[in-house]
């Protein structure tokens, strides 16, 4: 019991931490706004700030959460473990460059439906 009155007592005082760290900085940047344009009360530039920093904080931590997705999978997906199942074979390979290299001289060999422009210049 006493460790998890430990752990509450420590998430509590973070979220208080980080409560005071977005709203001393959302009230800095209302505080800013304020004074740029001084037609726009204080208070309103405050909610600004705040609302404004907690949704920046929000976009900041979604995006390295999905870097670190992103890496996880790309480890996970190349590591030694992996099955070898999902590679082509060197047969495979080789078949499909021959196809491509046939597409190819294929299209080379058809002659250009565009029509060439017409070129008159005078000089």
């Known amino acids: 019991m006493k460790s998890i009155a430990m752990v509450v ?12 760290v977005l709203l001393g900085i959302g009230v800095g940047a209302g505080w800013l706004v304020h004074w740029f344009l001084p037609s726009i009360e204080l208070g309103s530039a405050v909610v600004v700030g705040v609302l404004a ?3 920046g904080i929000a976009f900041c931590a979604a995006i390295v959460n999905q870097i670190q997705i992103m890496i996880a999978d790309a ?10 199942s999902d590679l082509l074979s060197e047969d495979q390979v080789d078949k499909i460059a021959e196809q491509l290299t046939e597409a190819f001289l ?3 060999a ?11 210049r005078t000089r």
């Open 110 to 120: 058809i002659p250009s439906s565009r029509a060439k422009p017409k070129t008159n």
């Open 9 to 20: 007592a420590m998430l509590g005082i973070m979220l208080l931490t980080m409560m005071s």
């Open 53 to 55: 920093t907690g949704l």
């Open 75 to 84: 480890s996970s997906k190349y590591s030694d473990d992996s099955e070898d």
């Open 106 to 108: 294929f299209r080379m």
